[in-house]
């Protein structure tokens, strides 16, 4: 049976975000939430490569800490890929407006980002994070208060140190995202490469235009009309999975470079 977090691709997406559901999302969690007051946010201190690399650790969890450790992950490109609809160890020893079991209560999106001074966001990414989280607070009736950062939120005070971004002035930022505004401002270009490789459009369903048409020839879709549509998104799932890569048939920086490969 489901867990209650089945609402989460459905806001994102009328937010007007890029959404990958990772397989089996909807059945993943330790057990249900409780009632959902609001979002804490995190970054990985994953690596420094790649689009989404601590994807895998978020499902699995660590040694010390079974998975799933997010409901969401935010990829370098903007892209939010959705984890589970149940609760996750997430959150950890701590407390914000009063509420301290924060696993139960609180939904948790982990950003890929090292958190270190010389890994800086790109704005594709910060513009997914703040209406993201606007789009969630405002589904759940809650005001911008409600996002607490993990630094914020854990005990005791230092224990934590994410994100490594200033979180009074997300917080500000949210409160200006008005009901009706859309994402129009954030980069429709993945940021670059690490290698240097110039970032390139990111393509999802609906899309239209020669780089449909070019990944359609890539992927074997005929004919390369150009057009996003289903068959294109399951040639392109199938070309992530035997290539081991997340099947969230979206072609991102990771898809891009293995297409320039082969």
Request: glycine letters at 12%; one cysteine or more; a neutral charge.
């Amino acid at each position: 049976m489901p867990y209650s977090l089945t609402w989460l691709p459905d806001v994102l997406l009328k937010a007007g975000l890029k959404v990958a559901p990772v397989d089996g999302w909807q059945y993943r969690g330790h057990a249900d939430m409780g009632s959902v007051y609001g979002v804490v946010c995190h970054h990985t201190a994953g690596p420094r490569t790649l689009n989404m690399p601590s994807l895998n650790t978020l499902l699995q969890g660590r040694p010390d800490l079974s998975g799933p450790l997010a409901h969401l992950g935010l990829g370098r490109d903007g892209t939010f890929y959705v984890i589970a609809a149940g609760r996750c160890n997430h959150a950890g020893a701590g407390s914000w407006k009063g509420i301290a079991a924060g696993n139960t209560h609180f939904l948790g999106i982990e950003a890929e980002n090292t958190g270190l001074a010389d890994d800086p966001w790109p704005p594709i990414q910060m513009g997914a994070y703040r209406f993201g989280v606007a789009a969630i607070l405002s589904h759940l009736g809650r005001s911008v208060e409600w996002c607490a950062g993990h630094k914020e939120y854990a005990l005791p005070q230092g224990r934590k140190s994410d994100p490594s971004f200033d979180m009074p002035a997300f917080r500000a930022a949210l409160a200006r995202i008005g009901p009706s505004d859309e994402p129009s401002s954030i980069p429709s270009e993945a940021p670059p490469a690490p290698d240097g490789t110039p970032g390139r459009v990111t393509l999802r369903r609906g899309t239209r235009g020669d780089l449909v048409s070019e990944v359609q020839n890539h992927v074997g879709v005929m004919p390369a009309d150009g057009v996003y549509g289903p068959a294109t998104e399951a040639a392109v799932r199938v070309y992530q999975r035997a290539r081991g890569m997340v099947p969230d048939g979206i072609v991102g920086p990771a898809t891009w470079r293995s297409m320039e490969h082969h």
